[in-house]
């Protein structure tokens, strides 16, 4: 069972940035691309950015793009989004996602972590 755990979330004024890290279990080191989601109340949860086992690709959605940089440490089994220029509208719960065979935007990675709490005020 692969396990990930995030970290890093907080409140932050507008324009502030964030790092968020997910931790994942020694056997998720292993050939896994991972990505970050993120699901306001009373959204739908959302891709926002992945990246290939090897790091040699990554991927955003259109509304992080120059913002948000996702990136990856093998040696410590950790993925982390750095968050610049946060806005209200970034508000969410953000997750993080590993599958050993996909890497993408679609929400069916195999394993997903609890998430945690990113506010942002105006």
């Known amino acids: 069972q692969v396990q990930l755990v995030e970290s890093g979330g907080g409140l932050v004024q507008a324009g502030g940035s964030l790092r968020l890290s997910c931790a994942a279990s020694?056997?998720?080191?292993?050939?896994?691309?991972m990505g970050w989601f993120r699901q306001a109340p009373g959204k739908d949860r959302e891709f926002v950015a992945a990246?290939?086992?090897?790091?040699?690709?990554?991927g955003y959605a259109d509304f992080v793009k120059g913002r948000f940089t996702i990136s990856r440490d093998r040696v410590k089994n950790t993925v982390y989004l750095q968050m610049n220029n946060l806005k209200p509208e970034d508000t969410a719960v953000y997750h993080c996602?590993?599958?050993?065979?996909?890497?993408?935007?679609?929400?069916?990675?195999?394993?997903w972590g609890q998430g945690t709490q990113v506010t942002v005020s105006a």
């Open positions: 020694e056997r998720a080191s292993e050939n896994y691309a």
């Open positions: 996602a590993a599958d050993r065979l996909y890497y993408g935007s679609k929400m069916t990675y195999e394993y």
């Open positions: 990246i290939t086992w090897t790091g040699d690709r990554t």
